[in-house]
């Protein structure tokens, strides 16, 4: 089951059978949260912390330590299931949702709309975070930086700042993730960066 997944590819689905998926780790870790995308399942109890899924995205949970994982779920396939630590970024109070689409309709020589065929709608978001990532996140993003740098997008969970965006789910890739630059602070290790998400699928 987990190597099925080991990809960034929410289309890519493995089926799951008999309700559960039992991962297991390298090692012992520290888990908080998990991404989950691409499922037809609404509930997912991951060593016995609920989630109820809403959308391909982040969910956070209260934090547990173990090396193996045992999901229940009413699922009957899934494209995409991570675990982790999350990192929380406070960001600027602006922010940049947007909707796009990359059909390329043609106007007639009589001024006529002819739809365009193929193409896809996306989401994108403009976050901006002024000096508030820390030794932690930079420790975690070194250390997946790996992945981060082979294109795999990220799970992001805006729930803090839902009253304010038009979603709080998100599954997304930086189109800056290549060349992942911040600006240092002058007194403190923190950071700055500005954080340019388009959704994937």
């Known amino acids: 089951m987990a190597n099925t997944l080991k990809s960034s590819m929410l289309s890519e689905i493995t089926t799951v059978k008999s309700g559960s998926i039992t991962i297991t780790l390298d090692k012992e870790r520290a888990i908080n949260c998990v991404g989950i995308g691409n499922t037809d399942g609404t509930t997912f109890i991951i060593n016995g912390q609920a989630v109820n899924f809403k959308g391909n995205g982040l ?48 106007i007639t020589l009589s001024g006529q709309v002819i739809a365009g065929l193929g193409g896809y709608n996306y989401r994108t978001l403009g976050l901006d975070s002024r000096y508030k990532i820390d030794q932690f996140i930079m420790n975690e993003i070194n250390e997946g930086y790996k992945y981060i740098a082979l294109g795999y997008p990220f799970f992001i969970d805006l729930s803090d700042e839902s009253y304010k965006l038009p979603f709080d789910k998100l599954y997304a890739n930086d189109k800056n993730q290549q060349q992942f630059r911040f600006e240092s602070g002058v007194r403190k290790y923190l950071y700055s960066r500005r954080f340019d998400f388009e959704e994937r699928f």
């Not at 547990?64 to 229940?72: F, G, K, P, R, V």
């Open 59 to 106: 969910y956070v949970f209260d934090g547990i330590t173990a090396q193996t994982l045992s999901i229940e779920t009413n699922a009957t396939y899934i494209g995409r299931l991570a675990a982790g630590l999350a990192c929380t970024i406070p960001t600027s109070i602006a922010k940049e949702p947007g909707y796009n689409s990359t059909a390329n309709p043609r």
